[in-house]
């Protein structure tokens, strides 16, 4: 019978995932404030088009 919880990590998908949401929890955390849209974008390597 297959396991639902034997979950290997080696999948790089998660990997990325794991550190992201990892680097967003230490950004909260040491921050004063609410962290903005455009900060939690560059935490997480996305960049906006830029207007018109």
Excluded at 3 to 11: P, Y
Excluded at 20 to 41: G, K, R, V, W
Excluded at 43 to 50: D, K, Q, S, Y
Aim: aromatic share 2%; charged share 30%; no cysteine.
């Amino acid at each position: 019978m297959h396991d639902q919880f034997d979950v290997s990590l080696e999948d790089r998908d998660l990997l990325v995932e794991v550190e992201l949401t990892t680097n967003l929890i230490i950004a909260a955390s040491e921050a004063e404030e609410h962290l903005t849209p455009q900060q939690i974008d560059e935490i997480l390597g996305v960049t906006r088009p830029a207007d018109g």
